[in-house]
Nanobody, 117 residues
Framework: QVQLEESGGGLVQAGGSLRLSCLAT??????MNWFRQALGKEREFVAS????????MYADSVKGRFTTSRDTAKNTAYLQMKSLKPEDTAVYYC????????????WGQGTQVTVSS
């Protein structure tokens, strides 16, 4: 099973930027995905990227502000977040999905992102 470790969260003012990283141990996955969960709310999809061809996908709420990428040599995915808003405050998770599977089978521990107004 793939092991994931996120980093890069923190406290930032509205309008600021942060970059999250997700280091993967193992390569048996098709997409790397980003989710977030705000306090008292359900977890929501943020972005994904296909590992081999780097095709990204974004939730409407982050389009134009967030960019996901990956470095296959470092086995690391990134989520660059710009123009952050207080409503982006959440714990952010990365998760892998295998080809042909509808399930996310490996999850990171999460990293807190707090955006102050």
């Amino acid at each position: 099973q793939v092991q994931l470790e996120e980093s890069g969260g923190g406290l930032v003012q509205a309008g600021g930027s942060l970059r999250l990283s997700c280091l993967a141990t193992g390569r048996n996955f098709y997409t790397m995905n980003w989710f977030r969960q705000a306090l008292g709310k359900e977890r929501e999809f943020v972005a994904s990227i296909t590992w081999s061809s780097a095709i990204p996908m974004y939730a409407d709420s982050v389009k134009g502000r967030f960019t996901t990428s990956r470095d296959t040599a470092k086995n690391t995915a990134y989520l660059q977040m710009k123009s952050l808003k207080p409503e982006d405050t959440a714990v952010y998770y990365c998760a892998t999905r295998r080809f042909g599977s509808a399930e996310y089978d490996s999850w990171g521990q999460g990293t807190q992102v707090t955006v102050s107004s």
